[in-house]
């Protein structure tokens, strides 16, 4: 009897084991679901923050990362958050491709008890469990003085003719990358916005419009790209006529990497570029936090530091 005994022992302690060991039985054990919501994958910035956000979450092994990619649709994107629900995810992170649009969504994913975090865009009302950004409209005025800096040193005092290229109409971002730097050019009459037109924060729109500019335009001192690419993409309409060299351009984002912004710096095609930071470091740790403390109440509004690069400071090539 004694082996029977020994022999039924194990077998119990196996099952035993056995039950402690399903996912349904172990807080361990179970997946959490986060869904990232991404405006646009084909913006240089946007794949940054992706890239960033998959490296991140990797380090998580309980942690199970969908991307969806609204490209710069609004009714793809709110139809994307609405499935989100359905899926019921334990954390919804969104870059919302507009603000207003926006808004009744993500409402709707916290009718639904699930945490939001907004990342570097906002949204019209504050449903969100959180907002990460960087402070566009400072960006905005860093790029004004740097712009009236440029243009006292050319001609002995802050005058001048600019160019803007601007992302999509209606954004934050946007909005406020323009009233900042206007913010500062007002006190300066002699600095004249020869053109305000809309890239879609693109290279390649940028590119054309910047040609069509160039026709109509003789004489550019300054092209503000409130992006690196659309930037770069003047650059690249202004080589092609040979008029480079008489304008200076200046770019946001300052991405690394061989073909982000500040690289752009250090070979002489942007003057300067602003960092908006990724905002993803900031958001996985509040995520990372709301996912294990069900009490964990996060600040609404998360800002992180920008700063310039130029070429005193981002190196030789």
């Known amino acids: 009897m004694r082996p029977l005994l020994l022999l039924s022992a194990a077998l119990g302690l196996l099952l035993a084991l056995g039950a402690c060991a399903r996912p349904g039985n172990s807080a361990a054990a179970r997946t959490h679901l986060v869904i990232f919501s991404q405006c646009n994958n084909a913006e240089p910035y946007r794949a940054a923050q992706n ?3 998959r490296e991140l979450w990797s380090q998580y092994p309980d942690v199970k990362l969908v991307v969806m990619d609204a490209a710069q649709d609004n009714v793809r994107q709110i139809n994307q958050i609405e499935t989100a629900i359905r899926e019921k995810p334990d954390l919804l992170i969104v870059a919302p491709n507009e603000s207003a649009p926006l808004t009744v969504a993500v409402a709707e994913v916290r009718a639904a008890g699930i945490p939001v975090i907004c990342l570097e865009r906002n949204i019209a009302e504050p449903a969100y469990t959180a907002w990460i950004r960087a402070d566009n409209r400072e960006i905005g005025r860093m790029a004004g003085r740097f712009i009236v800096d440029q243009l006292r040193k050319k001609y002995g005092q802050p005058r001048g003719t600019v160019v803007e290229l601007c992302g999509l109409k209606g954004v934050s971002a946007e909005i406020e990358r323009e009233e900042g730097a ?18 879609d924060w693109l290279q390649s729109r940028a590119k054309d419009r910047m040609t069509e500019i160039l026709a109509a335009v ?27 060299k008489e304008m200076i351009f ?15 710096v250090r070979d ?17 740790e509040v995520g990372n936090r709301l996912l294990s403390d069900p009490a964990y109440a996060p600040d609404k509004i998360c800002t992180v530091d920008s700063r310039m690069v130029s070429s005193d400071s981002a190196g030789k090539p």
């Open 182 to 199: 206007r913010e500062i050019w007002k006190d300066y009459p002699d600095i004249h916005v020869a053109a305000d037109v809309v890239a």
């Open 51 to 53: 890239a960033r956000m």
């Open 268 to 284: 002489g095609i942007l003057s300067a570029t602003f960092i908006y930071p990724l905002c993803v470091d900031e958001a996985v």
């Open 218 to 244: 003789p004489s550019i001192d300054v092209v503000y790209g409130h992006n690196d690419p659309m930037a770069v993409g003047a650059y690249l309409a202004a080589r092609d006529k040979g008029r480079e």
């Open 250 to 264: 200046v770019g946001i984002d300052g991405l690394s990497g061989p073909s982000g912004g500040i690289a752009k």
